[in-house]
């Protein structure tokens, strides 16, 4: 077979999603990613190394390297059922296990990735109110799980769910996988009294692709790290974790820590004021600057037109996009709705430019040479 693999890459305005293999690492990542795949050491002794320093950065009392958000939700959630019983980790997800198997979400809060619990046996339990939540906890609830995506969706702010799972003494857990930066946010979190926070790594850290964190409070430390790999009779053992993964990561936090993120903003602002211009003045199309409250609060632009004014339809300003070189995904937005959301946090430098240029284009101004030179593939 070839060395060679011909690549078709995208402009990523669509922001840190697995699907677009997340956000760009650093150089300083790439170095750190090349120097573990020349190692052989021993996974347990990295993590031992990295996690207690990951985990001061969050102000947790443990932390965990995973093979993504969700290898940390399924390792958690199974250590929530298991405890320390090491009978119990070799049985789980079996059914008929006398165990504690059942997870309580607000029903606005389900979604595709809710399987990362269902992987570790439990049955998920639906509540609409904090009444409801109250009254579901029994003996058989192994935890309460919280997405903070979807916190607009839920009758029940994340600090009164997890008041409730602390009255009970039931663990509690959320899913703040795109919920950062700011990091504090993720501190935050802990500090309300949740007992596990389930992260990805490639998204707002820039880590590597497909890793992600567990932070863990007190007494579910060890029960997680049971059910996770390199333990050979665990769940958690198909998601194994690289020593890239895991020596790349513990780098990102490193950087992130360092970096001046008020920097960062300003840098991100430009971005956005740099589309946003490509359509200042055309009439029927506003643009606008907004920070989402649903995941990283980090600037985004949108542009929003009226079609019977502009003459171009959803799907005309779609294909424009996606339908030439090169390709630029975008957020996703209501099919029907005559606008487009940019990421700019996941650009490379330049890549702003040429999105103000297809914008340009797309809306009937002539595109700019100097835009189509800006970057180079």
């Given at each position: 077979m070839s060395s060679r693999i011909?690549?078709?890459p995208i402009i990523n305005a669509q922001g840190a999603h697995s699907d677009v293999c997340g956000t760009l690492v650093s150089k300083a990542v790439e170095r750190a990613v090349r120097r573990a795949m020349s190692l052989s050491i021993s996974s347990a002794e990295l993590q031992a190394v990295v996690c207690p320093r990951v985990a001061a950065a969050f102000h947790a009392d443990a932390a965990l390297v995973t093979s993504g958000c969700a290898a940390a939700i399924t390792c958690a959630t199974a250590g929530c059922i298991t405890g320390l019983d090491a009978d119990l980790v070799s049985r789980v997800p079996a059914y008929g296990l006398q165990a504690q198997r059942e997870a309580i979400m607000l029903r606005g809060h389900r979604m595709g990735y809710d399987h990362a619990l269902r992987n570790a046996g439990v049955t998920i339990v639906d509540a609409d109110s904090e009444d409801d939540v109250r009254r579901l906890v029994s003996p058989r609830t192994?935890?309460?799980?919280f997405v903070c995506k979807h916190t607009a969706n839920g009758a029940v702010s994340a600090p009164a769910f997890a008041a409730i799972a602390k009255a009970a003494g039931v663990p509690a857990m959320v899913d703040a996988a795109a919920d950062w930066p700011p990091i504090e946010?993720?501190?935050?979190?802990?500090?309300m009294g949740f007992d596990l926070a389930a992260l990805s790594g490639d998204k707002g850290l820039s880590g590597p692709h497909c890793s992600g964190l567990l932070v863990v409070r007190q007494p579910l430390v060890a029960a997680a790290a049971l059910n996770a790999p390199p333990n050979p009779d665990a769940l958690g053992r198909i998601a194994e974790v690289s020593r890239s993964q895991i020596l790349g990561l513990a780098c990102a936090v490193d950087e992130f820590l360092r970096t001046d993120q008020r920097a960062r903003w300003k840098t991100w602002c430009r971005r956005v004021t740099t589309i946003l211009r490509a359509v200042s003045g055309i009439a029927g199309i506003e643009g606008e600057l907004f920070v989402p409250d649903?995941?990283?609060?980090v600037p985004h632009a949108r542009v929003?037109?009226?079609p019977e004014v502009t003459g171009v339809t959803k799907r005309q300003a779609l294909e424009m996009f996606l339908g030439r070189r090169p390709r630029i995904r975008i957020r996703e937005t209501d099919v029907n709705e005559p606008s487009m959301e940019f990421a700019v946090w996941s650009l490379k430098p330049?890549?702003?430019?040429v999105i103000a240029d297809r914008c340009a284009a797309t809306f009937g101004r002539r595109a700019r040479g100097r835009v189509?030179?800006?970057i180079r593939r």
């Open positions: 011909a690549l078709d192994a935890l309460l799980f946010r993720v501190r935050e979190y802990l500090a649903d995941e990283a609060q929003t037109w009226q330049g890549e702003d430019r189509r030179r800006a």
